[in-house]
Structure formats: C-alpha cells, structure tokens
C-alpha cells in the first residue's frame, strides 16, 4: 500500500498510531502522583520529539544511507528558521507558507555547501561541513544582524504587520494554520489523567509522518540503493561508470531540506529564532540522535531523538529533594548515600548521563536502540523475532561486499 | 610596522595553544590511526591539573589569633596554608604563587596515567572499528570527562593567576627600536610561546634521535613490518598515546593564567585544533606546527580594527575560511602525505 511493502507498511502505520495517541502514551501517570514528573505529554516536548525526529531522519538519509558524516546539520536549520520568521514577519502569519520558505532555504543552502564539501570525503567533508556551519554561526551572530537580530534572534513583535494577515495595530502576531493557532490545545480530564491535544504538536506530526514515509521510500528506491553503493564501496561504484556525486549531493539536499523542514517548524511552534541554533553543539547533538538510536534504521533516528530530547527535559527536573522522597524507605545513612552517588547524573548534570549512555551505546551496541531492541526481542524466541525485523530494514537489502 | 610585529606577537600565544593541541592529535593520529575526539577534553584536564594543584597548596588549618581581635574583641581567626608551617611564611607564600608553573610536574605523572588508562580502557578496542566509530566515542567520552570536570568544579570559570613576578607587561617596542608603548607584550603569552616551543622542539628530538622515537617512526611507516621484526609496536604507540596526552595536558596547564579555566574551554578549543589539523595534513607533525602558529597569527592579524573595517566580521570566520580553501586547493592540506585518510 501507498507504494511500500507489508513490512514497511506496518512499520508506517504502527508510527501514525504512535504519533497521534501520543498525549495518551506519554502520560501514563495521573495526574499529582509522584511519578506525574516522568509524563512527557506536554505540547512543548512533544512538540520537540516530532521535530527532532525530522531533523534525524534527513540526517540519517545522508550519514546512514552513504557514510558521509556532517557535523554542520545545524546550519542548515538555522537557516530554514530564519527564512520561516522572516516570511511570518513580513508576508503571512500562516505557517504553511513559512514552513515551505523554510525547506527551499535549508536546500538551496545545502546545495552551496554540499557542491563544495563533497569534493572531499571522510574526515575532511566532516571538518568542510563544520567550518561552513561555524561560519554562519559566527556571522549570523555578528555582522549579518540586520538580518538576523544578532545575539538576541529574532522575535515577532507588535511593530510587525506582516501584509496578508489583519492585524490590529499594536497586535502581536500568533502563528496559525487558516486561523487555527499553534499554540491552542484541547485538555481532556479522564479520571486523575490530563491530557493534552496541541493544534501545533499534530502539525508537526503530521510533517513528521510525511516525512518518515518519504525516507522509507528514498530507502527503497534505486536511488536508495545508489547511495547504499556510495557507502560500501564508492571506488568500485566509480569502477562501474557511474558518478557519485550527482547522488551524494542530492542526499545532502534533501537531508537540508529535512532540516530546513524542522528549523520552520521549531518557528512555526515557537516564532523565535537566536543563532545558537546553527553553534555545532547542535550539530553534534543531531548526530548523537542518529547514532543512539540506530544509524541506517528507518525507524531508529526518531526514537534516538525522543530519547535525548526525553532525557533532557525529564533527568534535568530530578533535584535532591525528588530523590530523598524516592528513596525515604531506607535507612537515613544509606539514603544519604544513595543521593550522594545519584547527584551528579540528575538535573544540571544530565549530559554525563547521556555521555555515558551514548559511549555505552556506541561500545557495545553499535546498531543503536534498534539493534537492542532486536537483541532483547532475539531473547524472547521466534514469537518476538518477526516484530524484531520489521523494524530491521538493512537485513534484506545489504548489498554484499 | 609595529601594528603588524603587535598582531604577530598576539597570535603567537593562540598559535602555540593550536600547535601543541594539533600536534598530540597528529601523534596519536599518525601512531594509532585514531581520530581523537577527547584530545580537547586532554587540554582541559591539563588546565584544572593547575586549578587543583593551587587548591592543594593553599588548603589551610584555621587558627585563633590571640594577638588580634575583630571588631567585637574576639581573638581573630586566621587561614594559615599547610605549606607555611611546612617551609616558613616567605617560602610557602611564593610557593603557592608559582602554583602555575608548578603544576607543569605536577600535571606530568596524571596526563601520564590519563593517557594510559585511556587508550589501554578505552581505545586499543576500537583500532579495528571504523574512523566514525572511533570519533563517535571519543566524543562520548570528551562530553563524560567534561562534564566530570563540571560536576567537581563547577561551571564558572576558575581565575589561576601566573606568578606575580611574570604578570605585568613589557614594552617590546622599545626594545627593538620602535618608539615607546607601541608594542606592549605580557611576559607570561612570551613564556607560554617559549615553552610550546621548547616542548615542541622536545617531541621533535624525541622522535628524531631517540632509539625509541626510530622505532615510532618506523612502526608510522609501516606498522606491520616493524611487529614482524620483533618489536612490539603497540606498547610504545601506547607510550605515544600517554606523550600525546602530556603534551595536550601541558598546553592546558600553561594556559590557565591567559584564559581562566572552565569545563567546555577544551571543546572550544577541539574544533579549532581539528581545522588545524587537517589545514596542516593529517598526519604531519610538521604541518600541524605550521598550520597551528599560521592559523593563531591569522586570526589575530584578522581581528585589527582595519582589516575589520574592510571586511566586517572576517575575525570570526578567517580559520574556516581558509580551511575551505587550502582543503580545496591542496587535498592534502599544507603538508600531507599521499594516501592517510583518502578512504
């Protein structure tokens, strides 16, 4: 159906059910309970989750697909986010249009960058793309402020008006859909349970499961396989008469434009936008995403993403106080203790934690989430392994060396 | 004229901080094959090596003073440092002044130990992984080691002033024959490019007129044929790989007094190091030199308020501007070898 096989096709859909009931799924605690601060169904996170998940999926088209390691992703964000705030500042507030100004930035800017840095592989395409991605850094910090705002970014202000949408005057500009803002939400109490249904958190979703349909099918397709071929051997490839160029850097585009895609969605949810965004930090965070969950998966970018982005936005709340109630039914010393030990790995300190587990990852699980997940479902017998393998997709398709 | 010796001179400290970073990273990279991420992460803990030496020589006993009374007319307490009941006032007080250039052996034996426990914990088992494996965890790492560092230390940074002796500047104008207080140069950037230079021209010697340097080079050339001759090649890589650390360690420890210490001052300091690197040539100890102190003079050259006027913002991008470049130009970089890391 839709062009994919039975196996992708579950796997699609399992995602859609996933993504929709998601302020279901991620609040299963009610409301009040002490395990209340573990829920991650509040717009803002599942906002973040879905838009991370783009973000890592068009980088896994490129690093998964053919090797091509770029730790300058961020850039390519940063630069959809402009061009999504400037089109909302100026033409409409509606998000469709600044979402789409978003994706062609991100790939004409891709395209500049990837004719250059592809002329080279391995670690010098990594270092090209990293010093692309400083350099618009530091000028979007510095000299080109009148278009980006400098240090403080760029914002929606009152004195805005942009030209389709009616503003009153002194009115500051919401972002919406046809009249519909991003930022309203439908609660819905069941019981102790509060769940909450974001306008913007479906918007995003709804991207998010386009965009997953299209890497399936770029994973699928012969240009898929070209790609795979870049990555296993790209000499006999150019052996063969075929030039990988062309190929790689149309990958590179189309994983800028999955990044320009979540750069106009992060405005479209928040409309601000700060040159932080493009600072490699946040290109490295994109590649530790792909990795932890499964680099080359369909599905392993997007739970790397909600991991991270989970264990940022919930480890960091953990303070002293939560921990002393967690363990308050054991002797005053060894509680005492406990804390002591757990301390550094919680709040401010939640990067040693995803440190370790990342290394943790990369030394014994090289295939990521996805490969533990095959591992453990291995465990369980034949039953489980078929679950397993729809979510393998490199298992049929591995081109022998 | 004196504005361009000022920018050179004011490049040469960064340039020196750039060329002992890139060279250990070029000595690992050419002994192991390793692209090492945590090589920043190396430099850092160089530079709270001094921060914790400074520590340990000012904790204190604390004292009551009969003789002095605060203002309620209570006998005063006084911190009183363990090192001068140890060596006496005088001693101790300058003792835990030249805290900084103490820690230089102070810092030897732990980036010793840092670098062995590393590459025999944690490296040796990723030779046979792919280059982006081997970056990925050693990324990992510097990320666990830095936030070590902030979990001890804190997040602000941690002022390790140089001995007071060295502090101040001197005029180096007058000295050459320009006129007075145009070219004003603190002592200590003089003492930290005196030092990169004697620690690298250290390395150079070491593996140039050494036995064991021979071997190194040798075992650089061609690995394979040195072990079959009967040498264990991997312990003395593994002996590079600690020097290495040394040297990164020794860069950071010397730093401190130019630029207080904090926890992310080695990943700042990594991507420079690696653009260094690969404008330099993977692989050649030379061109890391040469690209570390070209790129340090650069930068401070781009940073002058006319080169800035003509082209606003060049300080900011110059390094990555001319990495596109010579990386575009000359594949190989400045100085590197056919075939390292073409794959």
């Known amino acids: 159906m839709l062009g994919l096989n039975k196996k992708d096709f579950q796997l699609l859909l399992i995602v859609a059910v996933l993504a929709l009931l998601a302020p279901f799924i991620l609040n299963p605690f009610p409301e009040g309970s002490g395990l209340a601060q573990f829920n991650a169904g509040y717009p803002d996170l599942m906002q973040r989750f879905v838009i991370f998940g783009i973000f890592a999926i068009g980088f896994n088209i490129l690093f998964g697909l053919t090797g091509y390691l770029s730790f300058g992703h961020a850039a390519f964000l940063g630069v959809g986010s402009y061009a999504a705030i400037w089109m909302m500042k100026l033409v409409t507030l509606n998000v469709i249009p600044a979402i789409l100004m978003a994706i062609v930035f991100g790939g004409l800017f891709a395209l500049i960058v990837g004719f250059v840095s592809l002329r080279r592989s391995g670690i010098y395409f990594s270092i090209l793309t990293l010093a692309f991605a400083q350099m618009s850094y530091a000028l979007a910090y510095s000299v080109l402020t009148p278009i980006t705002g400098g240090e403080t970014g760029l914002q929606i202000k009152a004195t805005d008006s942009p030209i389709l949408s009616n503003l009153a005057d002194g009115e500051i500009g919401r972002a919406n859909l046809f009249g519909m803002e991003m930022g309203s939400s439908y609660l819905m109490n069941v019981g102790n349970w509060l769940f909450t249904f974001n306008a913007g958190y479906y918007i995003a979703a709804i991207f998010m499961l386009i965009s997953f349909y299209v890497s399936i099918r770029i994973f699928r397709s012969p240009f898929g396989m070209m790609l795979r071929a870049v990555k296993s051997n790209q000499q006999r490839m150019n052996y063969t008469g075929l030039n990988s160029r062309p190929y790689t850097l149309a990958a590179f585009v189309i994983s800028g434009m999955y990044a320009g895609l979540a750069g106009g969605l992060m405005v479209a949810m928040d409309t601000q936008v700060g040159p932080e965004r493009m600072f490699w930090t946040a290109s490295g965070e994109v590649v530790l995403m792909t990795i932890l969950g499964g680099v080359g998966t369909l599905i392993g970018p997007v739970l790397g993403a909600g991991m991270i982005k989970y264990m940022e936005n919930i480890i960091s709340k953990i303070n002293d106080n939560i921990l002393h109630q967690w363990f308050a039914f054991m002797p005053d010393g060894i509680e005492d203790f406990l804390v002591t030990i757990i301390h550094p790995f919680i709040g401010k300190g939640w990067h040693l934690t995803l440190g370790i587990v990342f290394m943790l990852v990369v030394i014994f699980l090289p295939g990521g989430l996805v490969e533990g997940g095959q591992r453990i479902a291995g465990w369980f017998g034949k039953g489980k392994k078929a679950d397993a393998e729809a979510t393998d997709t490199d298992a049929g398709t591995k081109p022998a060396e | ?343």
């Open chain 2, 1 to 343: 004229m004196d504005a361009i010796i000022l920018q050179i001179l004011n490049g040469l400290d960064k340039g020196s901080a750039y060329a002992l970073i890139a060279l250990g990273l070029t000595l690992i990279f050419g002994t192991l094959g390793v692209v090492n991420f945590a090589h920043g992460a190396l430099f850092m803990i160089g530079a709270f090596c001094a921060v914790t030496l400074q520590r340990l020589l000012g904790s204190s006993r604390t004292i009551v003073d009969e003789t002095q009374k605060d203002f309620l007319g209570n006998p005063l307490k006084v911190e009183v440092p363990y090192v001068h009941d140890w060596f006496g006032p005088e001693m101790g007080a300058s003792i835990i002044a030249w805290s900084v250039p103490l820690a230089i052996l102070f810092a030897i034996p732990i980036m010793m130990f840092v670098g062995f426990a590393m590459e025999r914990g944690l490296i040796k088992h990723f030779y046979k992984r792919p280059h982006a494996d081997q970056i990925l965890v050693t990324f990992g790492l510097a990320i666990v080691l830095q936030e070590v560092i902030k979990a001890f230390y804190g997040a602000n940074p941690i002022p390790t002033p140089a001995p007071p002796a060295l502090t101040g500047a001197f005029d180096f104008g007058a000295m050459i024959g320009f006129d007075p207080n145009t070219i004003i140069y603190p002592y200590w950037r003089l003492i930290y490019f005196a030092f990169a230079a004697f620690v690298i021209t250290a390395v150079f010697a070491f593996l140039q007129f050494t036995t064991f340097g021979m071997v190194v080079r040798a075992g650089m050339a061609d690995r394979e044929t040195v072990g079959i001759l009967g040498i264990d090649i991997d312990k003395r890589f593994t002996m590079m790989f600690a020097i290495a650390a040394v040297v990164a360690g020794l860069a950071g420890v010397m730093y401190t007094p130019i630029n207080s210490p904090n926890y992310h001052m080695g990943m700042d300091f990594l991507v420079l190091s690696f653009v260094v690197v690969v404008v330099g040539g993977m692989g050649s100890l030379p061109g890391a030199v040469l690209a570390g102190f070209l790129l340090g003079i650069l930068e401070s050259f781009a940073s002058m308020a006319a080169v800035i006027d003509l082209i606003p913002g060049i300080n900011q991008i110059i390094i990555y501007l001319v990495a596109i470049v010579i990386l575009l130009t000359r594949p190989r970089g400045l100085m590197g070898r056919r075939g390292v890391m073409e794959d």
